[in-house]
T-cell receptor, first 110, second 115 residues
Framework: LAKTTQPISMDSYEGQEVNITCSHNNIATNDYITWYQQFPSQGPRFIIQGYKTKVTNEVASLFIPADRKSSTLSLPRVSLSDTAVYYCLVGSGTASKLTFGTGTRLQVTL | NAGVTQTPKFRVLKTGQSMTLLCAQD?????MYWYRQDPGMGLRLIHY???????AKGEVPDGYNVSRLKKQNFLLGLESAAPSQTSVYFCASSYPPRRDNQPQHFGDGTRLSIL
C-alpha cells in the first residue's frame, strides 16, 4: 500500500501558478496517481489522473518523473475559488487500497 | 442529474442509539463506498461494495454495517452509536476500477454528532 506525503498547507496569490508535490516512494508498478479537490462542506471531486510523464486537462496538469516516486499537480493561474484541500492518491484497480492522506490545504488570496 | 445523494445531511444521536445513512446514485455505477472524515484527517474507507448484493470491509469497519440491496443504493448502519463515531460521512460511487482508478463521485456528506 503506497503511502503518500504532501505538504500540509500552501499559500498563493491569485493569478499565480501553484505546484503541489506528492511523494510516493513505494509506488507499485501498476499504481496510478490520482488527485482530488475538496471544498468545505463538500465531497472530494476528481481532478486528474496519470501513470507516467505528463497529463493535462482543462483544469490542471500532472507531472510524473521517470522513477514515479513523486508527482506534481500544477494549477495554472489560480483564483480565489481554487482555495481547497487537494489529495494525492496512489493505487491501482482495487477499491480497498486507495487511501486519502491528510491532503494539502491551498489558500489563495488577492 | 443528481449524481450521489446522501440523506440525512445532519443528525444528532445519543450514545447507544441506532440509525441508517442512505446513499443513492443515479449514474448506474457498480462500485459504491462509505468513508468517514475526521477533523485534520483525510477520508478513511469504512466499507465498500462492488455490486448489488455484495459488501466488503475497508480500513475502519468496526461499529458499522452496510447493505446493498439495490444497485443504486448503499446503506450505512450504526447499530449502537458511540461518541467516537462523530464524524462527517461521505458516500461515493464509481465504475469498476480496471488498470486505472475510475474517478469516484462523492456526495456532500452527512454530519453526524453523537452525544
Amino acid at each position: 500500500l503506497a503511502k503518500t506525503t504532501q505538504p500540509i498547507s500552501m499559500d498563493s496569490y491569485e493569478g499565480q501558478e501553484v505546484n503541489i508535490t506528492c511523494s510516493h516512494n513505494n509506488i507499485a508498478t501498476n499504481d496510478y496517481i490520482t488527485w482530488y479537490q475538496q471544498f468545505p462542506s463538500q465531497g472530494p471531486r476528481f481532478i486528474i489522473q496519470g501513470y507516467k510523464t505528463k497529463v493535462t486537462n482543462e483544469v490542471a496538469s500532472l507531472f510524473i518523473p521517470a522513477d514515479r516516486k513523486s508527482s506534481t499537480l500544477s494549477l495554472p493561474r489560480v483564483s480565489l475559488s481554487d482555495t481547497a484541500v487537494y489529495y494525492c492518491l496512489v493505487g491501482s484497480g482495487t477499491a480497498s487500497k486507495l487511501t486519502f492522506g491528510t491532503g494539502t490545504r491551498l489558500q489563495v488570496t488577492l | 442529474n443528481a449524481g450521489v445523494t446522501q440523506t440525512p445531511k445532519f443528525r444528532v444521536l445519543k450514545t447507544g442509539q441506532s440509525m441508517t445513512l442512505l446513499c443513492a446514485q443515479d449514474m448506474n455505477h457498480e462500485y459504491m463506498y462509505w468513508y468517514r472524515q475526521d477533523p485534520g484527517m483525510g477520508l478513511r474507507l469504512i466499507h465498500y461494495s462492488v455490486g448489488e448484493g455484495t459488501t466488503a470491509k475497508g480500513e475502519v469497519p468496526d461499529g458499522y454495517n452496510v447493505s446493498r440491496l439495490k444497485k443504486q443504493n448503499f446503506l450505512l448502519g450504526l447499530e449502537s452509536a458511540a461518541p467516537s463515531q462523530t464524524s462527517v460521512y461521505f458516500c461515493a460511487s464509481s465504475y469498476p476500477p480496471r488498470r486505472d482508478n475510475q474517478p469516484q463521485h462523492f456526495g456532500d456528506g452527512t454530519r453526524l454528532s453523537i452525544l
